[in-house]
């Protein structure tokens, strides 16, 4: 690229204006009052998860026959399953993997449309149309069955590569995202395109900056804000893809107790064991609504135009 | 219009014959052969293996390859089913009516609850009703459809004992008697579908309305003297659910995947349980229809979608 030499030391461009301070944000975000309670519930859950498995040291394969299908007790405060297991000590497990997926599949998602959104934003050829067209052919992709397609196809060789848990992490924290990039990248493309025909990128140009220093410097931390509420409710959906995943039985393996793959296993045991399948669905109802919450409120916080 | 339908139809085939090369592309790509079982198998001599590879092309280029599947997917050839013995295309025919009927009547309650509380809402901005239902869209759609339909089944089947929570299609009544065991056995499943549908539509209803309200031909209806009612139906409604056409659109290949579950957990015999049963049981080519067929469902009602809404909106139709 011509010129990426700067014509003087100061003429290293100003920071684009970020479209509103850090402060401004929070003070915009506290108003939303659910969105600070689940800010709240969501902090909870994940310290529950986290820290849970050293306040809660119970073995989550301790087989007990004696102890099956209990309701909550003070030894189990969650009750047990049918093989007498603990299934506060399953849930704190199960949910730290529920968690990491959710949070990683998010990661993916948004690098993914990130990516393709700004090539698509910046391509004044034939990149963009084609970058779209795939994008609208994989928004009418029938998602739930593909899911389940790909890991029915690709399971077993996964699971030689990485051993069982990661293998089975790998693929679904890949096929999720891989499957769910696409409001993202219709995001950033708009950005961009309006974006890049503003003066401050103009100036920016005039001065030789190149295409990468104005992408990454110039018109991306302008359109973060809707990335960042788009990648809160693309967490949520994850986490739900998930659950449906392991809920249909092919998601993790039965020894890997996720909220989800809990769910399937107590379905067969709600006239017994009714709390079963309460605890897990109500985790993943809390973490999913907190989540879109705190998605809500970052939307009207973020958003400029908004005056509060 | 014809000229509006044929090219939408031109529009609805590459992407059509994209996810076909998608499906194509993952099976392709899969490990696993789908003669493996034979290669173990001692009593079958290597060379009648590689006359049956021959013969099935498995050995061809791939596009050689692609394209054989294509013309046999068109051509309505989906195989044999390896675990019930049936041809494949039988057996989805059998279950496609329920799963329609199911996502249909999920789908018709979802725009029953959404369209008319989405416009109360809209109409009275950040009054309490607007945000009791906002509150409520969120529940319903944080609520995973088989959370929903759990609770459902504990609620209404186990505690009350008022429905039944088997789906079966075929009872042994007739007459009203029939019909009454159908719908008795279709409101959970349809109930747990349209709601979580519901919750979405009515936030894309609201957002519409709201757009479409503070537009100037509104406030000239109004100043004409027209009542609020007949503002709010014949003058914003009409126009705020157009867009609302395509959102739906959008949420088609979601309908779906709600329908797969609440399929598995209702045990309705559709084509949603049928895949995951295939699935479980290794059976290959009902998998690959099943998906196909979902891939075809979601590009035909998308194409239903664009041709409605050129037919509401004359704005765009010729073009």
Same mark, same amino acid.
């Given at each position: 690229m011509a010129g990426s030499t700067l014509a003087s030391p100061t003429a290293e461009a100003a920071p684009a204006p970020s479209a509103v301070s850090g402060r401004d944000t929070w003070r915009r975000f506290r108003r939303h009052r659910l969105a600070v309670v689940s800010v709240g519930v969501l902090g909870l859950l994940v310290l529950a998860v986290v820290v849970g498995g050293w306040v809660w040291p119970v073995a989550i394969d301790e087989i007990d026959f004696a102890a099956t299908l209990q309701?909550?007790?003070?030894?189990?405060?969650?009750?047990?399953?049918?093989?007498?297991?603990?299934?506060?000590?399953?849930?704190?497990?199960?949910?730290?993997?529920?968690?990491?997926?959710?949070?990683?599949?998010?990661?993916?998602?948004? $690098?993914?449309?990130?990516?393709?959104?700004?090539?698509?934003?910046?391509?004044?050829?034939?990149?963009?149309?084609?970058?779209?067209?795939?994008?609208?052919?994989?928004?009418? !992709?029938?998602?739930?069955? !593909?899911?389940?397609?790909?890991?029915? !196809?690709?399971?077993?060789?996964?699971?030689?590569?990485?051993?069982?848990?990661?293998? $089975?992490?790998?693929?679904?924290?890949?096929?999720?995202?891989?499957?769910?990039?696409?409001?993202?990248?219709?995001?950033?493309?708009?950005?961009? !395109?309006?974006?890049?025909?503003?003066?401050?990128?103009?100036?920016?140009?005039?001065?030789?900056?190149?295409?990468?220093?104005?992408?990454?410097?110039?018109?991306?931390?302008?359109?973060?804000?809707? $990335?960042?509420?788009?990648?809160?409710?693309?967490?949520?959906?994850?986490?739900?893809a998930e659950s449906t995943l392991s809920f249909l039985g092919l998601g993790f393996p039965p020894d890997i107790p996720t909220w989800g793959r809990l769910l399937y296993d107590a379905k067969d045991h709600l006239d017994v064991a009714p709390h079963w399948a309460l605890f897990p669905g109500a985790a993943i109802f809390l973490t999913v609504l907190s989540i879109n919450f705190i998605g809500d409120g970052l939307r009207d916080a973020l958003d400029p135009r908004r005056v509060l | 219009m014809g000229a509006y339908l044929l090219r939408r139809l031109l529009i609805a085939i590459p992407s059509l014959i994209g996810i076909s090369l998608i499906l194509f592309t993952v099976l392709a790509l899969a490990p696993g052969d789908p003669f493996g079982e034979l290669a173990t198998n001692p009593n079958v001599p290597p060379e009648v293996r590689e006359a049956l590879r021959a013969k099935f092309g498995l050995d061809d280029p791939i596009l050689v390859r692609y394209l054989h599947w294509l013309t046999a997917m068109l051509q309505g050839d989906w195989g044999f089913s390896f675990a019930s013995r049936v041809d494949v295309d039988d057996l989805i025919l059998q279950r496609l009516p329920t799963t329609l009927f199911v996502v249909g009547s999920s789908q018709v309650l979802a725009l029953v609850i959404a369209v008319p509380v989405g416009i109360l809402a809209a109409i009275r901005p950040y009054s309490l009703f607007d945000q009791v239902a906002n509150t409520l869209a969120f529940v319903g759609f944080s609520l995973p459809t088989f959370f929903t339909g759990l609770l459902f089944i504990l609620l209404f089947s186990l505690t009350l004992d008022w429905l039944p929570f088997v789906y079966q299609a075929d009872i042994a009544a007739t007459g009203w008697r029939w019909a009454w065991e159908h719908v008795r056995q279709a409101i959970m499943p349809v109930c747990v579908l349209g709601f979580f549908q519901a919750a979405s539509y009515t936030r894309y209803v609201r957002a519409s309305v709201l757009d479409v309200a503070r537009l100037d031909y509104v406030t000239t209806a109004r100043a004409k003297g027209l009542s609020d009612g007949t503002v709010t139906i014949r003058h914003i409604a009409r126009n705020a659910l157009i867009p609302v056409v395509t959102l739906v659109a959008l949420q088609i290949p979601a309908v779906f995947g709600g329908a797969i579950v609440t399929e598995q957990i209702f045990r309705i015999p559709g084509i949603g349980s049928l895949l995951i049963n295939a699935m479980l049981a290794n059976d290959t080519p009902v998998v690959m229809a099943v998906t196909f067929v979902f891939a075809c469902l979601v590009v035909l009602f998308n194409l239903v979608a664009d041709l409605l809404y050129g037919w509401l909106d004359p704005r765009i139709s010729y073009r």
């Open positions: 309701g909550p007790s003070w030894a189990h405060p969650l009750g047990t399953d049918d093989l007498g297991q603990d299934l506060l000590a399953r849930m704190i497990y199960g949910g730290r993997i529920s968690l990491a997926v959710g949070f990683a599949a998010m990661i993916v998602a948004t $690098v993914v449309g990130v990516v393709v959104g700004a090539l698509a934003g910046m391509s004044r050829r034939f990149l963009d149309p084609f970058l779209m067209w795939l994008t609208d052919l994989f928004l009418s !992709l029938p998602q739930l069955p !593909l899911l389940l397609l790909i890991i029915y !196809l690709f399971r077993d060789q996964l699971k030689q590569v990485f051993g069982v848990e990661g293998g $089975v992490f790998v693929m679904i924290v890949a096929v999720i995202g891989g499957l769910r990039w696409m409001p993202v990248a219709r995001l950033v493309r708009a950005q961009f !395109l309006s974006l890049r025909e503003k003066e401050f990128v103009e100036a920016a140009r005039s001065q030789g900056a190149t295409t990468w220093h104005l992408v990454t410097r110039h018109i991306l931390p302008n359109a973060i804000g809707p $990335v960042i509420v788009a990648a809160t409710i693309e967490v949520s959906s994850a986490i739900i | -």
